[in-house]
Nanobody, 116 residues
Framework: QVTLIETGGGLVQPGGSLILSCAAS????????IEWYRQAPGKQREFVAG????????RYADFVEGRFVIARNHAENRIYLRMNSLAPEETAIYYC?????????WGLGPQVTVSS
């Protein structure tokens, strides 16, 4: 059993930045390969970013356009998602996700609100 715990949501003005983090607790202290998704009100959950894995570079959704960075802090065993130049339409719940031993795990998701 793995529990993913996200921190860092909140209110940010348009054009502002926010950093989300994800850590794991439970049977493993390592979160495994982490991806971030988001779900805006009335919309489907969508992929945002996935960390680098083996020889594969980090992946980002097309809408990111170089504004976000996903990175792992190995000393802290946390995965961070830094989001820059946020727009109001990016208001959503942002979820941390991993898959271990064939089981999908989701965090509860911090709310990110982009508004003036």
């Amino acid at each position: 059993q793995v529990t993913l715990i996200e921190t860092g949501g909140g209110l940010v003005q348009p054009g502002g930045s926010l950093i989300l983090s994800c850590a794991a607790s439970g049977t493993t202290a390592s979160p495994g390969h982490i991806e971030w998704y988001r779900q805006a009100p009335g919309k489907q959950r969508e992929f945002v970013a996935g960390e680098a894995r083996d020889s594969v570079f980090a992946r980002y959704a097309d809408f990111v356009e170089g504004r976000f960075v996903i990175a792992r802090n190995h000393a802290e065993n946390r995965i961070y998602l830094r989001m820059n130049s946020l727009a109001p339409e990016e208001t959503a719940i942002y979820y941390c996700y991993t898959r271990l031993n064939g089981v999908n795990y989701w965090g509860l998701g911090p709310q990110v609100t982009v508004s003036s």
